[in-house]
């Protein structure tokens, strides 16, 4: 079982009273807490300390001060930390102020020290699945862009027309002739002849709901291709991924 303990979180509260009370209740959960009074004393913490796990973000720091949302925003301009707000205000205004900021939770003051430390342990825990798929991405990112292969990405419409919304550098050089095809219709990018070509299976696909492999000769060069259907929420196949390798060198052996 995943353990959060020792996890150093930067408690920011103006009212001293408040801070005591929560600073003893987070150590008894095992967290280590900085405080910080004011929202400029915070973006100083976090400048020079690489160590912050997580911060605790009182919205109204005082008149004299940045508010929380102010220097949320300052802070997670320069850094990637989970940030959960407390406020003593449950008002849709101040939650709304919270909504346009990346934030990992809100917290009523008046909440049981419960309900809190639940909620400390479920912002770490969505903070390391989107730094997970951060760094999938990234990966992915990397073998689209470099990979010989070919791979295009196409948006299947409500009316059935197939909208290009990916192409690696691979596949926008080959089909460089017909211009820039990102967020283009292939029925009106690419010859008629070719469209109803290349429209067959990709409704072989869709309709089929499967992964297909086939070989096509396009330019006089020979692909082994597959198409991968993607599907949506709902369930239903909403885009292919087209990956397409050149062969030619096999039948140019024969």
Not at 118 to 124: H, P, Q
Not at 149 to 176: C, H, M, Q, W
Not at 179 to 190: A, Q
Not at 225 to 242: A, F
């Amino acid at each position: 079982m995943k353990t959060f303990a020792n996890k150093k979180i930067l408690l920011v509260e103006d009212d001293p009273i408040i801070q005591t009370i929560e600073v003893n209740a987070l150590n008894k959960y095992g967290y280590q807490i900085i405080v910080a009074s004011t929202g400029q004393e915070a973006i100083d913490i976090v400048e020079n300390s690489r160590e912050i796990d997580l911060i605790l973000m009182d919205i109204d720091l005082g008149s004299n001060s940045l508010d929380g949302t102010e220097t949320a925003q300052i802070i997670l301009f320069n850094h990637d930390i989970p940030i959960v707000f407390l406020s003593s205000h449950t008002e849709p205004e101040i939650v709304e102020k919270t909504e346009k900021i990346t934030s990992y939770g809100y917290v009523v003051k008046s909440s049981h020290i419960a309900v809190l430390d639940a909620s400390i342990k479920m912002a770490f825990k969505l903070f390391d699945a989107h730094q997970k798929l951060l760094e999938s991405e990234e990966k992915f990112k990397q073998v689209y862009d470099n990979t010989l292969d070919n791979i295009f990405i196409l948006e299947i419409t409500d009316d059935r027309r197939y909208k290009v919304i990916g192409l690696n550098p691979a596949e926008e050089a080959l089909v460089s002739e017909y211009g820039k095809l990102i967020n283009t219709y292939l029925d009106e990018s690419i010859p008629e002849d070719l469209y109803r070509e290349v429209k067959k299976n990709y409704e072989r696909c869709a309709l089929g709901r499967r992964i297909i492999s086939y070989e096509e000769v396009f330019h006089g060069q020979n692909f082994y291709t597959q198409l991968i259907p993607v599907k949506n929420p709902k369930g239903e196949i909403y885009r292919i991924i087209g990956i397409a390798r050149n062969i030619s060198e096999l039948y140019s052996e024969n």
